[in-house]
């Protein structure tokens, strides 16, 4: 076996993208498992939360009870306005004052938790944006934004109604039919507790098993929702290109077929929602009559008093409130741990680059970069880089040119441990890349991709993005070495000037420059250019051209290039052709060969000629 095949056959097979650790589905349990180690450090509030919740309920129950007593206390006789006054009016009093009781319970309650909810659901959110930064390129250039940002805010929502739910409206209720239940039987005959526990049992299980009926016309809906969400943000980031092609229509078309998708799903939702909202009336009514109609018959034997009937039927309607809602509290729970599952989905994607247990800090004494036997490929079906070895000496720029499609921009992604290598090493200072730290490697490199995209934010924040923190003066002292100063200085805001959403609002040579300007700020040991000067006029890109080798000088450089005549002055030239090292050396050496580099070069000095006379032509395609 030849060295070649060697190299490819150790290639691995990637598992799928950003899959999750286990494609099993989740039971409920499991996602509130995954859910209850954030609030155990919220443990003595929840602690003190519960107390007022008891107390809340406590004086919930009380009021039919004092109720009663009114009622009961109503029945002397005319003319008697002494015991009128006394007794009445301290009962309406009582009354009053548990009524207060209760809502002062459950604001206290709400006010003590609310930092354990909204802290949960800061803690969740920020490391699930956390992750999603740690995850690889390969996740990120297959994702859909506008779905996977719809599970996040979905998913934070569901945190603050799984706590809210259950702590203030399923604990609540439970109390509260225990302690209903408890007087019923105590102060009356088994029936009546008898009845309200068959109505609970008929009402729980209806409503369980409707509610997991309908699970799955709520999944299609999150699901549609996503779909349609993530159509539209895809539909306007590509604004331009919908507009040169002139499918306004065509995007509308498709916005709405997942519309009438989503409005299908939402239909069947609200329909078994009915259904299953009908039911449950028809359980408590059924219930509430049978309750009646036993009180009504003790008051008509003398077994029992008119206030105990209105104290059955406070009773009743006090568990009918929350007993309906509970319903909807299962509804929206079970909806809330669907969602709340798909986002910790989001925490088991598989981080495809990640550091090693022990892995250190990179040093960079000298800056020497290695490629030794490096084979890699994004499926393994496709090789892209077979057997590739050179070496950037300390302080030296080396050049990589080639067809598109060669391989160049790849040796740029794994350099920077976008993905890791098939076979082979990478060294910097003789330091293998994935025996170090990710956020040391990155430190030390310098990258002006070929594709900038900036945030959408003023100029001066996007050029001080290569070091946050950076003084006003430095930032100026960047954009005039990346000769873009003069076009923001005569911009109205200045430096303040926004760029609009990936920068839209700047030209491509433009935005190259800010990227140029933000390398220039971070300063680092390692550059890489990978088509640096792309998007530039030939002026502008020989000033640039020159500021690139000023900064280029002691540092070590990897460009990347697409016109060879930006390169005549590097350390060596490699060239690749087909994911292979077909030629090496310096300008002069290569042309002397009369290999590919050679051919290249004559074919580029034609057609520079050819274009020469006329007005200057756009800028060639890059590689992608």
């Given at each position: ?31 509130l ?7 155990w450090?919220?443990r ?14 406590a ?33 309406v009093l ?7 009781s ?27 944006f ?10 990120h250039l ?7 940002t719809?599970d ?16 203030y ?23 009546f ?52 092609f ?64 209105v ?9 009918y ?41 990179l040093q ?28 950037i ?16 921009s790849t ?11 098939g ?14 730290t ?22 001066a ?15 100026e ?13 005569a ?22 420059r ?78 002397a ?30 590689e992608?």
């Amino acid at each position: 076996m030849n060295p070649m095949q060697r190299h490819a056959t150790a290639l691995p097979t990637p598992a799928a993208p950003g899959a999750p650790a286990s494609a099993a589905p989740r039971s409920d349990w499991h996602t509130l498992a995954r859910l209850l180690p954030y609030l155990w450090r919220y443990r003595w509030r929840v602690g003190i939360a519960l107390a007022f919740l008891v107390g809340a309920k406590a004086a919930n129950v009380g009021v039919p009870l004092l109720l009663k007593k009114l009622v009961d206390a109503l029945s002397i006789k005319p003319g008697d306005p002494q015991a009128l006054l006394v007794v009445p009016v301290g009962l309406v009093l009582a009354y009053g004052a548990l009524r207060l009781s209760t809502s002062l319970f459950t604001e206290l309650r709400e006010l003590t938790f609310a930092k354990a909810t909204e802290g949960t659901a800061r803690t969740i959110s920020l490391q699930v944006f956390r992750h999603l930064h740690a995850l690889s390129l390969r996740f990120h250039l297959e994702r859909q934004t506008g779905g996977m940002t719809r599970d996040i805010e979905r998913g934070t929502r569901a945190v603050h109604s799984l706590i809210s739910y259950s702590l203030y409206s399923i604990v609540p209720t439970l109390i509260e039919v225990t302690l209903v239940l408890t007087l019923l039987a105590v102060k009356f005959d088994v029936w009546f507790a008898g009845i309200t526990v068959v109505a609970l049992v008929f009402y729980i299980g209806f409503t369980i098993s409707v509610t997991e009926w309908r699970t799955q016309f709520r999944k299609q809906m999150n699901e549609m929702d996503s779909t349609a969400n993530s159509r539209a943000i895809d539909s306007l980031l590509n604004y331009e290109t919908v507009k040169y092609f002139n499918n306004e229509d065509f995007e509308a078309r498709r916005y709405d077929e997942n519309l009438e998708k989503l409005r299908r799903a939402a239909l069947k939702s609200q329909t078994t929602l009915s259904l299953l909202n009908s039911g449950q009336q028809l359980i408590i009514a059924l219930a509430l009559v049978a309750m009646l109609w036993r009180a009504t018959l003790g008051v008509a034997a003398g077994r029992i008093t008119l206030g105990d009937l209105v104290m059955i039927n406070a009773f009743m309607i006090q568990l009918y409130i929350p007993l309906n809602f509970l319903g909807v509290i299962y509804r929206e729970l079970k909806q809330s741990l669907i969602d709340l599952e798909k986002m910790f989905g989001l925490l088991e994607r598989h981080r495809e680059v990640d550091d090693r247990p022990g892995a250190q800090p990179l040093q960079v004494p000298e800056g020497r970069v290695r490629f030794e036997h490096v084979s890699f490929a994004y499926d393994a079906a496709r090789p892209i880089l077979h057997d590739v070895s050179f070496e950037i000496p300390p302080g030296k720029t080396v050049a990589v040119v080639g067809p598109s499609g060669a391989g160049k921009s790849t040796l740029a992604r794994l350099l920077y441990r976008f993905y890791d290598i098939g076979s082979g090493a990478i060294t910097i200072d003789g330091q293998e890349l994935r025996s170090v730290t990710q956020a040391s490697l990155r430190a030390a490199i310098g990258i002006v991709p070929q594709d900038t995209v900036l945030f959408n934010d003023t100029v001066a924040y996007n050029i001080a993005y290569g070091r946050p923190g950076a003084s006003q003066a430095e930032v100026e002292a960047a954009a005039r070495a990346a000769h873009i100063h003069g076009f923001i200085a005569a911009t109205p805001l200045g430096y303040g000037t926004l760029v609009g959403e990936r920068g839209l609002k700047l030209s491509g040579g433009e935005k190259q420059r800010v990227a140029i300007a933000r390398t220039l700020l971070k300063n680092p040991p390692i550059l890489i250019f990978d088509e640096a000067t792309s998007a530039l006029d030939s002026a502008n890109e020989r000033a640039i051209q020159a500021e690139l080798r000023r900064l280029s000088q002691g540092k070590t450089a990897l460009v990347i290039a697409h016109r060879l005549s930006t390169v005549v002055d590097a350390h060596e030239i490699v060239v690749l052709e087909a994911g292979r090292v077909v030629e090496r050396g310096g300008h002069a050496v290569l042309l002397a060969l009369g290999g590919r580099y050679a051919q290249m070069w004559r074919l580029q000095q034609a057609e520079h000629e050819a274009e020469a006379p006329g007005p200057a032509g756009a800028p060639q395609s890059n590689e992608t």
